[in-house]
């Protein structure tokens, strides 16, 4: 079975659960349920083959030491990652209590360690539990989630991500958002990913390198786990990445924060909130960024704030190159960004997916105008590639893929690359909301 199959006959099954609530919820409301239930289902599969011995070592051990104050570092080496949950229930154990479930599973969710509780929490589930209990849904729920293996060997970190992309995907059109606000195509993000370390892949296959990644509209995290899994390709025995986000949907935050978890990455980076109202990596800077911020959502409830900012710090702020109109905040992210570079060491690339509004629109003396003015200008606009149309879930326009960087190799200097690669694309067996074309190869790309 492809990999492609696996997670369309995965997804299935997940959203064949999802009928489950037909008439006690509403359609646009089902993700409430079955992507916190995803999420509990993965921790648990995760930690499934190290809960006996874990529960033991607690009961024998932990317990019976007074003086332990935090005893989750101890129980998180003994799992072998860094979560834990010393409950006595696991999904396996859950359905075999109809009766208690609801009570059970409130036991499952507080034994896990601080990481897994805060996860949780960012879906409001307790709500959840008492509407299904009282629908008698609880149990028939858990049943089928426990009837699921997702465990690592079993369904891989970016499969897991395609479920997820899969599922949100289903659950926005049911909800009329917009797909495109939560995750990007994977082979969108892949192609980002080879322009972003393209010139890099010798310094990153180096024995001690640290790397870090930053995406300040992370979503579930598929940017950042793919420029993980790319170094990986490069060379098993690099340096893992440390990864940074920040992401304002609850939802996807935690179902990013889980997968960091399970990765073992630090999951401390990974930031809730608006990225320009309440940065939560102030002052820090990163090797690499890439991010795909909404196209042409408007910024008006941060207005106040970011012209505060622009007016008051300038180019001491992250702002000072001037402000888009206030219908597209596509260049405030790209600024933020430009903000958070390396001024040594080898500086910092970015890799941002733009529609063509920040491209074109503006005339000259415009708040568009002026940042790209100031980014041409800096010699820090390194090339634009031109994409295919419908590549996206939410849109079917055609969409650009900018490269900048403060640190440009010798030959470049002073000049813009630009890449047509609006035909290489093959049409999609079967479409995805507005997405029906996937990329195909870029022949100057393979070069």
């Avoid at 073992?264 to 090797?287: R, V």
């Avoid at 795909?292 to 409830?301: A, L, R, T």
Wanted: proline fraction near 4%; glycine fraction near 8%.
């Amino acid at each position: 079975m492809s990999r492609t199959e696996k997670v369309r006959k995965l997804a299935g099954f997940i959203w064949s659960i999802a009928e489950l609530l037909r008439g006690d919820y509403k359609q646009a409301d089902y993700g409430k349920v079955i992507l916190p239930f995803t999420v509990l289902r993965r921790l648990d599969c995760v930690l499934e083959p190290t809960k006996a011995a874990v529960m033991e070592f607690y009961e024998t051990k932990v317990k019976s030491m007074k003086d332990l104050k935090n005893p989750e570092p101890l129980l998180n080496q003994k799992v072998g990652v860094p979560f834990h949950n010393i409950s006595q229930f696991t999904f396996q154990k859950l359905k075999g209590d109809a009766d208690n479930v609801a009570a059970n599973l409130r036991n499952f969710i507080n034994g896990f360690s601080v990481a897994g509780r805060e996860i949780i929490e960012y879906f409001n589930f307790n709500d959840q539990i008492n509407r299904l209990d009282e629908a008698n849904l609880l149990f028939l729920i858990v049943k089928k989630f426990a009837d699921i293996d997702l465990h690592p060997d079993a369904v891989d970190s970016m499969e897991m991500g395609y479920v997820f992309e899969e599922l949100i995907r289903k659950f926005s059109e049911l909800s009329n958002e917009t797909a495109g606000e939560h995750f990007t195509p994977r082979e969108v993000i892949r192609l980002m990913v080879n322009l972003l370390f393209l010139n890099d892949r010798v310094i990153l296959t180096q024995e001690g390198i640290v790397t870090t990644i930053y995406d300040p509209a992370c979503g579930t995290g598929g940017m950042l786990s793919l420029a993980e899994e790319y170094i990986k390709e490069l060379n098993p025995h690099a340096s893992k990445p440390v990864v940074f986000g920040q992401e304002i949907n609850p939802e996807s935050y935690a179902i990013c924060k889980s997968d960091m978890l399970i990765k073992g990455q630090d999951i401390s980076n990974i930031k809730f909130g608006n990225t320009f109202t309440t940065d939560g990596l102030a002052h820090e800077t990163f090797d690499y960024m890439l991010s795909n911020p909404p196209f042409g959502v408007e910024w008006k409830k941060v207005q106040s704030y970011v012209k505060n900012e622009y007016e008051k710090k300038g180019f001491d702020g992250r702002f000072g190159a001037g402000l888009p109109r206030i219908s597209d905040g596509s260049f405030l992210f790209l600024q933020h960004m430009i903000s958070k570079m390396k001024r040594d060491n080898g500086g910092s690339r970015i890799a941002i997916v733009f529609n063509g509004s920040p491209l074109f629109s503006g005339s000259a003396g415009s708040g568009e105008s002026d940042i790209r003015k100031w980014i041409i200008e800096n010699d820090m606009l390194e090339a634009i590639t031109a994409l295919p149309d419908q590549l996206f879930y939410n849109t079917g326009i055609y969409t650009y893929i900018w490269i900048v960087t403060n640190y440009k190799a010798p030959e470049r200097k002073g000049k813009i690359q630009l890449i047509n690669a609006i035909h290489y694309y093959r049409k999609m067996s079967r479409s995805l909301g507005n997405k029906r074309n996937e990329i195909g190869s870029i022949p100057i790309l393979q070069k």
